[in-house]
């Protein structure tokens, strides 16, 4: 009986091996090369990870993402001491592919992993994650489970570096544990620049240790109110710290973003002498105070420089990444015009108006981040009066607003319009599909500038779905449509193909506990 059921499963592993050689992967996003072969690999309790030295954390980090649902730890060794091994390597024959691309060749007794950095060796993991069954997912052991992964060589390498999702923490504070689930399915689906929206008119939500009552005060809602505190709150230094760190092993890089010169409102709950007119205002969400403010820094006052500079000097250790988000968006001119201090300053520095202030003061702020080793970056409106060559734009307009300005300027460019992407929008405004079928380096929206764009961005800003379901399915699955935008070649991109990948992930959200919207 024993012979005849080893006989039997041996059977049913040649059937599987043979049907997984010829079904097409699904992967998200779509990998720009992929040849097919025959057959699968299959891991067992005694498949080996072969790495060097150099490589025992990428090692481990696989080991680790496939142990709780295969219910064993697989054995790290330096060489392979029989077959049925994934091994992992440094080539740097594919250094002309660049530093974030892979090569993963399967065969029915070897994994070979290969790539000229370890960040392209990790996006390798990723791809391995989502070719084995489902169930990988699993945070507990999966039993008489067969964990297969068809034969195969795949070339891959991402379109655009930044390939983003912003997270607006001001008008509803979005917990730790919350973020870290995002930055969780942002590196399974290759996405590697989460931004992190944390002052706004609506709250202060970084500890400053400076400034305590950025946090004691500027943090918090005022006690007329009626908010729940969960929409409240602030990251202290320790927490940032700890999601820098827990996003940075995943290949993600987090951007602060500090508004200015507008939407600080919430600034002058405490420091009224930061503003033109020295006005005291209270801290309010959104739907209590929608719209722009008015009030905002008084730029020719030397006090608002001392205090930016302060607040950058304690967040640039917090912050590895070589960019820093300064806003600039939405910076309404009324007070600069009617202020004694701005309009000395105009005069001072031989401007001609107060687009060109603005721009003065945008170029001041990029010297000093220039001189902490930080790349500016603001939203479009930093174009306004003028810019430097150096900072990158991200542009949020309609491109048909500005389709001029971006053709002719020879800045980097982060495209993130409020057509596509723009997360907080309804399905019903943005559906799924339009997000995927954006293309964000066409002549026709920036002119000869295609190769200045560097990147896509989705944005979520939580003035409407506050809830941590509510924000899950405004996100998802739209998310995943925009990492094969920033990933994906855009001829090689086709929306019934990635429809049929999509149904399947909808159920690694459902294992990831993620909520979704339901395609119609």
């Given at each position: 009986?024993?012979?005849?059921?080893?006989?039997?499963?041996?059977?049913?592993?040649?059937?599987?091996?043979?049907?997984?050689?010829?079904?097409?992967?699904?992967?998200?996003?779509?990998?720009q090369?992929?040849?097919?072969?025959t057959?699968?690999?299959?891991?067992?309790?005694?498949?080996?990870?072969?790495?060097?030295?150099?490589?025992?954390?990428?090692?481990?980090?696989?080991?680790?993402?496939?142990?709780?649902?295969?219910?064993?730890?697989?054995?790290?060794?330096?060489?392979?001491?029989?077959?049925?091994?994934?091994?992992?390597?440094?080539?740097?024959?594919?250094?002309?592919?660049?530093?974030?691309?892979?090569?993963?060749?399967?065969?029915?007794?070897?994994i070979?992993?290969?790539?000229?950095?370890?960040?392209?060796?990790?996006?390798?993991?990723?791809?391995?994650?989502?070719?084995?069954?489902?169930?990988?997912?699993?945070?507990?052991?999966?039993?008489?489970m067969?964990?297969?992964?068809?034969?195969?060589?795949?070339k891959?390498?991402?379109?655009f570096?930044?390939?983003?999702?912003?997270?607006?923490?001001?008008?509803?504070?979005?917990?730790?544990?919350?973020?870290?689930?995002y930055?969780?399915?942002?590196?399974?689906?290759?996405?590697?620049?989460?931004q992190?929206?944390?002052?706004?008119?609506?709250?202060?939500?970084?500890?400053?240790?400076?400034?305590?009552?950025?946090?004691?005060?500027?943090?918090?809602?005022?006690?007329?109110?009626?908010?729940?505190?969960?929409?409240?709150?602030?990251?202290?230094?320790?927490?940032?710290?700890?999601?820098?760190?827990?996003?940075?092993?995943?290949?993600?890089?987090?951007?602060?973003?500090?508004?200015?010169?507008?939407?600080?409102?919430?600034?002058?709950?405490?420091?009224?002498?930061?503003?033109?007119?020295?006005?005291?205002?209270?801290?309010?969400?959104?739907?209590?105070?929608?719209?722009v403010h008015?009030?905002?820094?008084?730029?020719?006052?030397?006090?608002?420089?001392?205090?930016?500079?302060?607040?950058?000097?304690?967040?640039?250790?917090?912050?590895?990444?070589?960019?820093?988000?300064?806003?600039?968006?939405?910076?309404?001119?009324?007070?600069?015009?009617?202020?004694?201090?701005?309009?000395?300053?105009?005069?001072?520095?031989?401007?001609n108006?107060?687009?060109?202030?603005?721009?003065?003061?945008?170029?001041k702020?990029?010297?000093?981040?220039?001189?902490?080793?930080?790349?500016?970056?603001?939203?479009?409106?930093?174009?306004?009066?003028?810019?430097?060559?150096?900072?990158?734009?991200?542009?949020?307009?309609?491109?048909?607003?500005?389709?001029?300005?971006?053709?002719?300027?020879?800045?980097?460019?982060?495209?993130?319009?409020?057509?596509?992407?723009?997360?907080?929008?309804?399905?019903?405004?943005?559906?799924?599909?339009?997000?995927?079928?954006?293309?964000?380096?066409?002549?026709?929206?920036?002119?000869?500038?295609?190769?200045?764009?560097?990147?896509?961005?989705?944005?979520?800003?939580?003035?409407?779905?506050?809830?941590?379901?509510?924000?899950?399915?405004?996100?998802?699955?739209?998310l995943?449509?925009?990492?094969?935008?920033?990933?994906?070649?855009?001829?090689?991109?086709?929306?019934?193909?990635?429809?049929?990948?999509?149904?399947?992930?909808?159920?690694?959200?459902?294992?990831?506990?993620?909520?979704?919207?339901?395609?119609?």
């Amino acid at each position: 009986m024993k012979k005849r059921m080893t006989i039997l499963w041996l059977i049913i592993l040649f059937i599987v091996q043979f049907i997984s050689g010829q079904n097409l992967i699904s992967i998200i996003p779509k990998p720009q090369e992929v040849e097919y072969y025959t057959g699968s690999f299959i891991i067992s309790p005694t498949t080996l990870i072969v790495a060097n030295d150099k490589l025992t954390m990428r090692a481990e980090q696989l080991r680790g993402y496939l142990s709780p649902a295969m219910g064993y730890n697989l054995p790290i060794q330096t060489k392979a001491s029989h077959p049925n091994y994934i091994e992992m390597k440094l080539d740097p024959s594919l250094e002309i592919l660049g530093k974030e691309a892979y090569q993963l060749e399967i065969y029915p007794n070897r994994i070979i992993i290969s790539a000229h950095t370890d960040t392209g060796l990790f996006w390798a993991i990723q791809t391995i994650r989502q070719l084995l069954p489902q169930a990988i997912l699993r945070q507990a052991p999966v039993k008489e489970m067969i964990w297969q992964l068809p034969c195969l060589k795949i070339k891959d390498k991402p379109r655009f570096k930044w390939r983003g999702l912003m997270l607006d923490c001001s008008r509803t504070f979005i917990s730790k544990e919350q973020i870290k689930k995002y930055i969780e399915q942002m590196c399974f689906y290759k996405m590697n620049v989460l931004q992190l929206h944390l002052t706004d008119d609506q709250g202060w939500r970084i500890e400053i240790k400076k400034y305590p009552q950025l946090t004691s005060i500027c943090s918090k809602f005022d006690s007329t109110c009626k908010e729940p505190k969960e929409y409240e709150g602030f990251y202290s230094q320790d927490d940032m710290k700890e999601l820098v760190a827990f996003a940075s092993e995943r290949n993600i890089d987090i951007v602060p973003e500090i508004e200015m010169p507008g939407h600080t409102a919430e600034l002058f709950a405490t420091f009224p002498e930061l503003s033109c007119f020295g006005h005291k205002l209270k801290v309010k969400p959104w739907a209590e105070e929608d719209g722009v403010h008015d009030e905002i820094l008084c730029v020719g006052n030397d006090s608002t420089f001392i205090f930016i500079k302060n607040v950058i000097d304690e967040l640039i250790p917090l912050f590895p990444s070589t960019y820093f988000h300064i806003g600039g968006d939405e910076a309404p001119k009324k007070a600069w015009k009617q202020c004694a201090k701005c309009q000395r300053k105009i005069k001072s520095e031989l401007l001609n108006n107060e687009n060109e202030l603005q721009s003065w003061f945008i170029k001041k702020v990029e010297q000093y981040l220039n001189s902490k080793g930080k790349n500016l970056v603001g939203w479009d409106e930093i174009l306004e009066g003028g810019i430097s060559e150096t900072a990158t734009v991200m542009y949020w307009r309609d491109w048909q607003e500005a389709g001029n300005t971006i053709s002719i300027i020879s800045n980097n460019i982060i495209m993130t319009p409020t057509s596509h992407c723009y997360f907080d929008y309804s399905y019903q405004d943005i559906p799924t599909q339009n997000v995927y079928n954006y293309n964000p380096a066409t002549k026709e929206r920036v002119g000869n500038n295609t190769e200045k764009v560097i990147g896509v961005q989705a944005n979520f800003w939580s003035h409407i779905d506050r809830t941590p379901p509510n924000i899950d399915r405004q996100l998802f699955p739209r998310l995943l449509a925009m990492s094969e935008i920033a990933w994906t070649n855009n001829d090689k991109k086709d929306w019934a193909d990635f429809k049929n990948r999509l149904s399947e992930k909808l159920h690694c959200l459902d294992i990831m506990g993620i909520y979704y919207h339901s395609p119609n």
